[in-house]
Every structure is written in structure tokens, then in C-alpha cells.
């Protein structure tokens, strides 16, 4: 099965219209702290990923996903990350979210502390550093 890719674009069009602001704005971010940062997006899981390559959960740290009411920031290693504001939240092994639905949260110093700490976490990981 292939994987259906696209555009951050194509993606929106999915997404609530309310919600393509803070989407947006969640991209500005992830982007601004990792400027060489890998965007896949996936049409088919309706999400967005950034990371060091196209694999999302060895190589992504992150990912965007709109929902009805708000727009998931999604970390694929979020268990182990330091979460001082107790933003995250879920239950799986490794993955956690934060569910964002305005963009004073988006632009929050949690919210960019969260991003950075996990795009460091893969950068280790992936033997970069």
C-alpha cells in the first residue's frame, strides 16, 4: 500500500477552517526552530510530520493533525520529554499530544520548549549530534 503524500496545503483544505490558523501557525514554529526540518505529509493519516528524514517514527519527532475542535501538536517520543507546564497528554508507551486550540498556545514558550526538546531527543537519537 503507498502511502497518499501531499501538500501542507492539500492538508488544510481537510482541516476545520477555524482551525487552519493555529496549523499554521504550529508549522511557523516547528520551522523556525528546526529550519532544515523534514515535512511529510501524509493525506491518508491526515497529518503533517517534521523531522531528520521521512520516517516518521524513527527519524519524525513531531506532527500536526486537525481535529473538530483543535489541532493535535503529536509527539512520537513525548513520554520522555521533559514536561515541566504538564501540557502533554495521552496514555501510550512512547507518544504523547497537546491539544491546541488557539494560537497563544501555539506561539507559547511551553509549547516551543516542548518542540525543541524533542527535535533534540531525535537528532541524538538518530546519531547527529
Do not use: C
Amino acid at each position: 500500500m503507498t502511502a497518499r503524500l501531499g501538500s501542507f496545503e492539500d492538508l488544510m483544505k481537510e482541516s476545520e477552517e477555524s482551525l487552519r490558523p493555529i496549523a499554521w501557525r504550529l508549522r511557523d514554529v516547528v520551522i523556525e526552530l528546526h529550519p532544515d526540518t523534514w515535512e511529510v505529509v501524509r493525506l491518508g493519516d491526515r497529518a503533517a510530520t517534521y523531522g531528520f528524514g521521512p520516517r516518521k517514527m524513527s527519524e519524525g519527532y513531531v506532527y500536526i493533525m486537525s481535529h473538530k475542535n483543535w489541532v493535535n501538536l503529536g509527539f512520537f517520543q513525548g513520554a520522555s520529554l521533559p514536561d515541566n507546564e504538564r501540557l502533554l497528554e495521552g496514555t501510550g508507551a512512547r507518544m504523547r499530544h497537546i491539544k491546541v486550540s488557539d494560537i497563544v498556545t501555539a506561539d507559547s514558550p511551553a509549547v516551543r520548549t516542548l518542540i525543541e526538546a524533542a527535535r533534540d531527543e531525535r537528532r541524538t537519537a538518530n546519531g547527529l549530534d
